[in-house]
Structure formats: structure tokens, C-alpha cells
């Protein structure tokens, strides 16, 4: 992909997501963390746009809400109502319209909070389709040479080749700069001012708008305690951290006490704010009666968070293969969720009580599936192969079907295809 001249918009892979929607439901919603492009995304698609996030348009609309919120809808569509989380009755509104109008691509809405079902008076179940953006990919800002296709693999591809434009030391740089669309194009040290400034913001601008405030934030919360639980999320990347581990890494490695109530309060809060994305597992049958781990895998929504917080610079990662395994793990599952959205496709996790892990699957409709393990180098692609296909004979084939690839995403060497068939793939060679 072509980088963009600061007036021009970066095309990001959900923009056909979104339109396909659209064409489908009468509106979607798109949440993801702040400042990942989700507001700019559909302004592209948008006809009419109403900003709660503004201070006076967010006054003047509260107090029309109030007495009708079908006015503040009105527009030539598609409308797009920005942080709609701020007037949660416009959901409604929205839905009532839609029934009415009984029209398609009506309304946008966007926002950083994820608001559960429970909290609205109706889903919207069957009306509006919900979407979770992410920060970019690779591929999108411009830094994969996309050699390599996940929908060729898919489809049936069993030989790749591709070297990247990069070396380890590069992908190092390009996990520290993150992947938000105001990076693009910044020198090292700007690029990282940015994801400095969005990190220290985080306590200020999320925490202090979410409803939970008063019941936690009072009692227990401070910069320093949410310090801390990010620095201990950050050293837990890519595992299976529980809260009670937490709660103990904090202590040894902060001298931090705080129960594991508060952990699992916080974890929530991040969750709901998108700055978390955990994977959750994969359970397939399997032919033997191994039983499988359930529980998810740790995830911040993007690495350079993780970097931050561990005061990680390139050169740290490079000198400190275990800390970038584990973040750059993370960088490969958030390209692979944005690639595989393309395709309504999901991501999870493989790990069974007997040791064998694998770190990403990759699963599409109609049973398709394809495994991935992150190794930083090719050096131990024979590694992650052995897991790859020791997975492979352990699921029930004929519940799953056999997979469709079986890859090695690395930071570093080039594409290629092993003897046994499973492919090694440098992540900067990847794309949709």
C-alpha cells in the first residue's frame, strides 16, 4: 500500500467490511481504543456527521436527545453519530428508525467504549451489525510487502516466496512506533512523543468517562495503580495471566498492594475502553481425551502500549528476545484479526494440558481453519512447525477437517515453504 500526503486518507481494510454491512443491516457500529481511525474510516462513507465528542455539538444534542432523539438522526444518510456511547438513547432511536424507514445503511455509529447488550433496551439484534476496529496493520500502513495472502493460503496456495524490506532491528522499530494512522510517516523520535502522550493520557480521558467511576475509581483507583496493572499486563503479553497473578506481579514488581477484586475491576474497565484484547480459545475435538485450557490469552491492543509501559525501546527489544517474543506475538495476532476480518473470519488460541500450544487460529465460516505460530526467527521455525503439526494430528479431522495452511510468522528471513509443508512467513511479507 501506497503511504498517503497528509490530505489524503489511508484506505484501511474494514472500509469493504463496513460498506458490505451496510448494504446488509440498516446500520453498523464500529468500536475500537481511541485514535485507531475509526471516526475518519467513516466519515469516508458518512453523508451526515454529528460529533458528541465536540463540547457544544454534544450540549446542544444532549438536551434535543431529551426530548426527541429521532432529531438529533436526521440527515441525509448514512448519519454518523461519533462516541454515541455519550447519549445511549440514540441506540434506540436508531433502531426505531430503522424498523420504520425500512432502509438499509441508515446510520454509523462509532465509539471507544464497548457497551454491553444488557445495558440497552434492545440489541438491535438483526438490524445493526457490530464491527471492532483496530489499530493498523502492517499492510495497511504501508509496511508489508504482501507477498504473501491470507486468503491465498485459504484458498488453497501450497507454495509461497517473499522477502521483506526489513531486518529484526526494523520490526523492533516498527512495534515500538505502533500502528495508529498519525504515526504514519513521523520520524522515530515524534512517532514515539505520540504513543507517549496516548499512554499517559489513558487515565484521563477514558477512566474519568466510564459509568463505573464513582463504584471503583474513587475507592481504589490512582495513575500509580493503573500504572502498575499495565506494566504487570504488559510482562503478561501473549499468557494466560490470571488476576490473582497480576495482583502478585504488581506487589513484587511495583510494591503495589491491591486485592484481586480491584484487578478484575480494572481488567473490565480496560476491556470496555478497547485498550485490552484478549484471544480467547479454540476447544476442537479432539481424537485423544486431552483436555483443553480454556482461558484466554492476554492481549493489549497494541504493542507499542506494551513497549511503553515496559520502557522498551527498539534496542531493549532486540537485547531482550523473551520481552520482544512475547510482544511481537501480539503484533501478529492484531494483523491477523484485522486480515482475517476481511474474510468474517476470527482469531483464537490452542493449548491443551499436555504442554502443546499453538499460538494462533485462524478460523473462517464453513469449518475452514488454518494454524500460525510466532517465532521471532526463522532460526527456530522447526520449532513451531513440530507444534503445527502435532496439532494436526491431534484434532478429530473428521469433526474439524484438516487445516487449511500451517504457518510460521517470523520477524525476520524470508518466505518460503518447508518440505513438510508448513509455510514460514516474515510478518512484513503478510496480508489479507
Not at 50 to 65: N, P, W
Not at 103 to 112: D, E, H, N, P
Not at 230 to 249: K, N, P, Q, V, Y
Not at 312 to 334: C, I, K, N, Q
Amino acid at each position: 500500500m501506497d503511504q498517503p500526503t497528509d490530505s489524503e486518507y489511508l484506505p484501511r481494510l474494514i472500509d469493504d467490511v463496513i460498506k458490505d454491512d451496510m448494504r446488509l443491516f440498516g446500520g453498523v457500529v464500529i468500536t475500537g481504543p481511541k485514535w485507531c481511525g475509526k471516526t475518519t474510516t467513516a466519515e469516508q462513507i458518512a453523508e451526515t456527521k454529528v460529533y458528541l465528542q465536540d463540547k457544544v455539538q454534544f450540549d446542544r444534542f444532549s438536551k434535543i436527545a431529551m426530548l426527541d432523539p429521532s432529531r438529533v438522526l436526521e440527515g441525509n444518510t448514512p448519519v454518523l453519530i461519533d462516541e454515541w456511547q455519550k447519549i445511549p438513547e440514540l441506540w434506540e432511536a436508531a433502531r426505531y428508525q430503522i424498523d420504520k424507514r425500512k432502509a438499509k445503511g441508515q446510520f454509523i455509529f462509532t465509539g471507544s467504549k464497548i457497551i454491553v447488550e444488557s445495558e440497552l433496551e434492545h440489541s438491535g439484534a438483526g438490524r445493526i451489525k457490530r464491527l471492532k476496529m483496530r489499530t493498523m496493520s502492517l499492510w495497511e500502513s504501508g509496511e508489508s510487502t504482501g507477498e504473501v495472502s491470507l486468503r491465498g493460503l485459504f484458498d488453497g496456495q501450497d507454495s509461497i516466496c517473499g522477502l521483506p524490506e526489513y531486518d529484526y532491528y526494523g520490526m523492533a522499530r516498527r512495534l515500538v512506533r505502533g500502528g495508529w494512522p498519525d504515526t504514519i510517516g513521523l520520524n522515530d523520535a515524534d512517532c514515539y512523543k505520540k504513543v507517549e502522550g496516548y499512554c499517559t493520557a489513558i487515565k484521563d480521558y477514558d477512566f474519568d468517562s466510564d459509568s463505573e467511576k464513582e463504584a471503583t475509581a474513587r475507592r481504589d483507583r490512582s495513575g500509580r495503580t493503573l500504572h502498575t496493572l499495565l506494566r504487570s499486563l504488559s510482562r503478561g503479553s501473549a499468557s494466560s495471566m490470571s488476576a490473582d497473578s497480576i495482583r502478585e506481579d504488581m506487589a513484587k514488581g511495583g510494591n503495589m498492594e491491591v486485592s484481586t477484586n480491584t484487578v478484575h475491576r480494572y481488567l473490565r474497565l480496560l476491556h470496555n475502553i478497547c485498550l485490552t484484547d484478549d484471544l480467547p480459545a479454540w476447544t476442537p475435538r479432539l481424537r485423544s481425551k486431552t483436555a483443553i485450557r480454556t482461558s484466554d490469552t492476554r492481549h493489549i491492543t497494541d504493542p507499542a502500549i506494551a513497549a511503553y509501559f515496559l520502557d522498551a525501546g527498539p534496542e531493549d527489544l532486540v537485547h531482550d528476545p523473551e520481552t520482544f517474543g512475547l510482544l511481537f506475538e501480539s503484533m501478529v495476532v492484531r494483523d491477523l484479526r484485522v486480515y482475517a476480518q476481511t474474510m468474517d473470519g476470527h482469531v483464537c488460541h490452542y493449548r491443551d494440558k499436555n504442554g502443546l500450544e499453538v499460538d494462533a487460529i485462524v478460523h473462517l465460516p464453513r469449518g475452514r481453519w488454518g494454524a500460525v505460530e510466532v517465532k521471532l526467527s526463522d532460526k527456530w521455525a522447526d520449532d513451531g512447525a513440530r507444534n503445527l503439526l502435532k496439532l494436526r494430528d491431534k484434532v478429530d479431522s473428521d469433526e474439524v477437517g484438516e487445516p487449511a495452511f500451517m504457518a510460521v510468522v517470523t520477524a525476520d528471513g524470508a518466505a518460503y515453504t518447508r518440505d513438510d509443508g508448513v509455510h514460514v512467513i516474515p510478518l512484513s511479507c503478510l496480508r489479507n
